[in-house]
Every structure is written in C-alpha cells, then in structure tokens.
C-alpha cells in the first residue's frame, strides 16, 4: 500500500488519423522526464496515448505509477500535483468506492466517479490531471484555482494534445514551430505571455481555476470557469486583534497541509519577512528540526546573509548557506536560459537555488511566493490606493498626451494619470516594462491584457481589488510559471503556502482600513510579531538580486548581442527599434528589463530551432 503520488508531467494525445502514438508520447515524456526522473509509464491505443514521468516524494511502490486505473478499467487517471484534503474526501465518499491503495490519486479518480465535475468544489490542492471515460469517449482536464501546476494544450480538427510542458508539445512533431504575436506581445511587455496564449501559436495554457470537457467522437472541447473567490465582504465591526489572530490560524494551517511527505522537506530562507515567517510556522507546528537554504551572494550589495543567519539561529534550523562567486553566478544563468520550458525575464535564482538544493538531497521546499500579492507587499499598492482616493482632484490638465516620454517612471506616471485609469490598467501600466518602446519594437503589436472582469469584484476594497489583478496577472503568468519551471528543471517540488484559496478569500473580504498601506504586510506581520526578531521586519525588502541589467553591458555583453541579432534576424522585430533600444540600454541603462527580455527569447528561439 502507498498513500501519495505528487509532483510530475502529464501528457496526452487524441488522433483521428493513424499515427504511430508510441513513438509520439515517448517523446512528448522523455522531452521532460526531468519533471519525474524516477519512473516513466505509458497507455497506448490505436487513437489516443497518455504518458506520465512521476518523481516520487511518498511511498515508492511501483503500484503508484501512473497511469492509474480504477478497478472496472473503465476510468484512467494521469494526476501532476497533490490533493492537501484528501482524506477528508475520502472518508466523503466512505463505501461508494472500494479502494485499493491510500494514494490521492485514486481519491481523485474515486470522487470524480462518484460526483462528476464537481469534484473540482471539494478539491484543496496544485493540481492539473486528466481523467478518461473510455465508456463515454469523454476526456475531463482540470488546473488549480491559482495556477499553481501547469497545462498546456493544443486541438484542430485532427489532434487533441495535452501536457504539463510546452516544449513537450513541440516535441511531438505534430505542432508547427510558429511564434504567437499575442503571446510575443505580452512577453515584451509583461515578460511572459499571459494564459490562455503562450509563445508558440496554437498551443494555449488552461487558465487557472479552469476546466476543460472533450468528446472523442465529436471531437469537440468545451472550457468551463469552475473558481471565483467566495469573498463575504466584512464592512465594519471588525476587531482587528480577532482579524490577526484569524490569519495566524489560516497560515499555520496552510503551512501544515503542505508538510506531508516521506522526503525531507526543506524552505527557501531569504531571511525577509515572507520566509521567516514559513520557517516561524514550520517551528511551531514541527519538533523536528528545520531544513532551511539561502543563497549568498559573493558581491556585497546583493548579500542578504546576514539575516538569513539571523532567523536560522533564531529558529535554531539545520541551515545549508549555498555560496555562490559571481563567474558561478553568470555560468548557472546561461545554464537556467538552456533549461527553461518557455522564455521568461525573471526566474534566474529560482533556479540556482532549486538547482543546488537537489545536490543535497532535497525534494520539496516550502517558498514564501504569494505573500506580497496577499498581504500587499508591493509599493504599488500603496500608488493605487492613493491615486484611487484622489484622482478625482488631481490635475490632469498638467499632462501631455502626446509627449514621448523615454523615461519609463514619467511615462507610466503619465498614462496612468492622464486616462484616469481603473485599477486594472493601473497594473498594466505599472506592470509594463516596454514603455515607450511597447507598441514600436513589434512588427505586429497586440493589445491584449491581462484584465480581470471588474464586476466579479465590485464590492471589494480597493486594495483587495488589486491583490485579485496581481494574482490573476503577474502571479500566475511570471510568478507561479517560473516557479514551476525553474524548480521542475531540477526536479524540485516548490510549495506556496501563501497561496491558499480559504486564506485568500479571507483576505479578500477585509476593508482596506485593516491593511494599512502605509506599513506593507503589517497584518501579516502582526500575526507572527512575537516570534520574528524585530531586524527582519523592520528592514527594507530586497530579495536574491541577479544583476542582468549591470552584466548585459560587461560580462554577459557577448551572449547579449548574439541573441539580440537572432532577435533582430527572426522578422518579428522592427529591427531599427531594437538597434535604437540597445544603444538607448547601453548609454542610460533604460530599460534593461526589456533589453533582458529580448535577450532571453532570443537564445530561447535559437535553441528551440524556431524560425
């Protein structure tokens, strides 16, 4: 018996015409087999394939391997990610179902016997899997409600392909290597493209909360939304000591389901507010003592060390100081551009740390990811919740619409004041790293966003009104994606305790009042003062820095200009824009997200072989 199958790739094809499926979902798992190194399984019929590369965290017997099979062989299961409730569900679904093993996958494939869809209601978990109905030729795919667990797929009239990789979907040899000008659009600006686009045309990545019905026969699919957050606005009355004390509960708790596993589990200790705060409630909720791991960084400027020692002595953990020189650090950022599934601006020391980590042994890590989103850590928040309460007597006379501003603060200061803009085009624009170049640098611009509906949170306050965009947007397409990318590369399991959807729709429902704008976190902060050495926080935020913007014009210079040839080579830029962008980098050191950006799609293009 076992009880667990966490953490590993999924793929899946559908074919009208005969095609040798062996040979095309081999490749599509192999193509990441780094995702689950430690066993491989296939299903294969005349007229569809499912594949699976599993890394094993709890109970390593064979009988865990996937696919999955119900006892009657009429239902199959591939499952990436873990179910933090499923015991509960399981005792839910009590003698409807025999089962035979005590894993989350046959809870998975148990409760969607026996409630359908609707499993996705009950379900607390990362997760994206696929069930197949051989009885009804009905194919069901499900992604978590934020995202966290990735799933891309592709149809036409022929093929249904599915998989938890793009580059898995590129390896099948049935898509055409065609760059998609939305998704492109969007890696320019937001330096990702944002779901359901991905750079590659034809291929879509399933939203988050989001599930997907096809039918064999017809060869038809249909999406459906199945999350909005159930948020219970709380208006007045509160007792902010009761709210505090209520969020102390909920992240505890979030941090205690992610804790099951037969490996070590270890957290990501920057020595910031976010992770000492997980190792503060690994510490209350675990005797046993803590693997934690930084980064230290040689160059002084960029060294957080010195608190990361702190709260590891604070907390008295088993802490692994991961040194790094900088020729280290410029050799393991062109090895993390060979390894990422899809290009992105951000990510680096996610990788180097997953990276070093798994040299010690290490499966899964716990990661403060979400909680600046949550808790409204970034100084945007505050711009938006000021700008909100004042625009309408701000000035707007004072503002040019037409004067080009090369500067990218003054020009995202000008189009957010001058358009008086809602709070989702507040956070396109501060979330745009193109500026002036945005609508130039393309020969085919788009203007799609990532907007959420406004109506779906009219009632909320104006700061939970950000957090939603925030997680809907940059959380999800750059945050989560590269998270999974960078970390699964490695063979690392990252878990995001702040990302709890109960723990979310709370803080969702509080009056702006209670957040306090002024002191970012505070009432995160507030709920773990007593156990947080005071230095840790009261200092300033800064974060594992990868000075791209400073090595682009010194060491990295060469691979620069290389890829932004390819880039300049590749008929989708307007090449005298790019030119004029990189000598306006080198001069001012404007833009060197941007100029990254290119950079990094650029080797991504040339190693994918795309035209």
Not at 481 to 507: C, W, Y
Request: with cysteine; proline share 2%.
């Amino acid at each position: 018996y076992y009880k667990y199958l966490i953490m590993c790739g999924i793929a899946g094809i559908f074919s009208k015409e005969q095609l040798n499926l062996n040979t095309t979902i081999e490749n599509m798992v192999k193509g990441m087999s780094h995702r689950g190194p430690d066993a491989i399984g296939y299903h294969v019929e005349s007229d569809y394939a499912f594949g699976h590369a599993r890394l094993s965290i709890i109970d390593l017997n064979k009988r865990s391997n996937q696919p999955f099979y119900d006892q009657s062989g009429r239902y199959i299961i591939i499952f990436n990610g873990e179910i933090y409730n499923f015991m509960e569900i399981k005792s839910r679904i009590g003698d409807n179902y025999k089962f035979l093993t005590t894993s989350d996958t046959e809870v998975i494939l148990a409760a969607y016997i026996t409630y359908g869809e609707a499993i996705l209601d009950i379900l607390n978990g990362c997760f994206s899997f696929a069930i197949y109905d051989t009885k009804k030729d009905k194919l069901f795919l499900a992604r978590d409600r934020f995202g966290i667990k990735p799933l891309y797929y592709s149809i036409t009239d022929k093929y249904l392909i599915f998989s938890s990789e793009l580059r898995s979907l590129m390896l099948s040899g049935i898509i055409k290597k065609d760059i998609d000008s939305d998704g492109l659009s969007q890696l320019v600006k937001y330096q990702s493209s944002i779901a359901p686009n991905t750079i590659i045309k034809n291929i879509k990545m399933l939203k988050p909360g989001t599930s997907v019905v096809f039918y064999k026969k017809i060869f038809q699919l249909k999406t459906n939304k199945y999350w909005a957050p159930n948020i219970k606005t709380i208006t007045r009355n509160y007792d902010y000591n009761q709210i505090v004390k209520e969020v102390r509960t909920q992240i505890l708790q979030s941090v205690e389901r992610r804790m099951v596993a037969d490996v070590d589990i270890a957290a990501f200790l920057s020595g910031g507010i976010d992770s000492s705060i997980i190792v503060a409630s690994l510490r209350q909720i675990s005797s046993k003592k803590i693997n934690t791991f930084s980064l230290v960084h040689e160059e002084s400027d960029y060294d957080e060390s010195i608190y990361s020692d702190l709260v590891s002595k604070h907390f008295n953990t088993n802490h692994y100081k991961i040194k790094i020189s900088k020729d280290e650090l410029i050799a393991e950022v062109l090895d993390a551009l060979n390894n990422f599934d899809s290009p992105s601006a951000d990510g680096i020391n996610s990788y180097l740390v997953s990276k070093r980590i798994k040299k010690v042994g290490i499966k899964v890590a716990l990661s403060g990811l979400g909680a600046d989103e949550i808790f409204a850590g970034y100084p945007q928040f505050k711009y938006w919740y000021y700008f909100n309460k004042y625009k309408s007597i701000i000035p707007f006379s004072i503002f040019f619409n037409n004067f080009n501003f090369k500067n990218n603060y003054a020009y995202k200061i000008n189009e957010i004041i001058k358009y008086k803009v809602d709070c989702n085009r507040f956070n396109e624009i501060f979330r745009n790293v193109s500026g002036y170049y945005g609508s130039r640098i393309l020969k085919q611009d788009s203007s799609l966003d990532f907007s959420v509906n406004n109506k779906s949170f009219k009632d909320l306050g104006s700061i939970s009104q950000y957090t939603r965009i925030e997680i809907n947007g940059y959380t999800s397409n750059v945050l989560l994606k590269d998270a999974d990318q960078t970390s699964m590369a490695n063979s690392i399991e990252v878990r995001v305790p702040f990302l709890d959807h109960k723990l979310f729709e709370f803080i969702l429902s509080l009056p702006d009042d209670v957040k306090n704008t002024r002191i970012k976190k505070k009432l995160m902060i507030d709920a773990f003062k007593k156990e947080i050495p005071k230095d840790i926080y009261q200092r300033k935020k800064q974060g594992f820095i990868v000075p791209t913007n400073i090595w682009m014009r010194n060491e990295l210079k060469e691979l620069s200009i290389r890829n932004i040839k390819v880039v300049c080579d590749s008929d989708l830029f307007n090449k005298d824009i790019v030119i004029n962008l990189w000598n306006d980098y080198l001069e001012s050191g404007r833009f060197g997200t941007l100029v990254w950006s290119l950079v990094v799609f650029g080797g991504w293009i040339k190693k994918n072989n795309i035209a």
